[in-house]
């Protein structure tokens, strides 16, 4: 059962992670897999950083682990956050210069993608993340969670600019490609007879 899939940003490229805690490679030019990885330990959510040549992945043993693209080859393992705290979530700027993990600490923490050192932490949350995303211009970052709000704060130090209220946890968000829109899908509310998630849109003005 597969639970997680990234494109390389060419397009050639399919990663896709398994509940057997395996990392494959799949070419789109002939949909045949060329590499198949057992990371032996819980592989969570991963991205390309923009060039397509290294892969994120989120652990379950609150580490970060590096990987060349499409061969698979470990590069690097960065502990993230505590053995304790399974890394879930992780994005990667558009520029690439930073990344950020979201973990079960409630906390979300921010990297330099160059020199793989962690720049900030932002732990106004209470509880496990669940989606973290850069907007366009790599400048903010929406951080999603089973609290009732999402929190959006700058990439380069962790400050808060804006806190979202939300009725629900939310499962998943992401920004725009071009704007400053943030689209997100969150449960309904307890006391509501829809029980339907719904997806909102943050950021249009009147």
């Not at 997100?184 to 509501?192: N, T």
């Amino acid at each position: 059962q597969n639970l997680n899939v990234a494109w390389s940003p060419c397009g050639t490229y399919l990663a896709y992670g398994d509940k057997e805690d395996s990392l494959s490679i799949l070419d789109s030019r002939n949909l045949k897999t060329i590499k198949v990885e057992s990371l032996k330990e819980e592989v969570n959510e991963f991205a390309f950083d923009p060039s397509g040549k290294y892969l994120f992945v989120a652990m379950g043993s609150g580490q970060v682990n590096i990987f060349s693209s499409p061969d698979v080859t470990h590069r690097r393992t960065l502990q993230a956050h505590p053995a304790q705290a399974a890394c879930v979530c992780l994005a990667v700027s558009p520029d690439g210069r930073r990344f950020a993990v979201g973990a079960s600490d409630a906390v979300c923490s921010i990297w330099d993608a160059n020199e793989l050192i962690c720049e900030s932490n932002m732990g106004r949350l209470d509880y496990p993340l669940r989606s973290i995303s850069f907007s366009a211009d790599s400048q903010l970052i929406a951080c999603a969670s089973e609290d009732h709000f999402i929190d959006i704060c700058w990439a380069e130090n962790g400050a808060r600019v804006h806190e979202l209220r939300v009725n629900a946890e939310t499962f998943t968000c992401a920004w725009h490609p071009s704007m400053y829109l943030l689209a997100y899908a969150s449960a309904p509310s307890l006391d509501s007879r829809d029980r339907e998630v719904t997806v909102n849109i943050f950021g249009f003005t009147m």
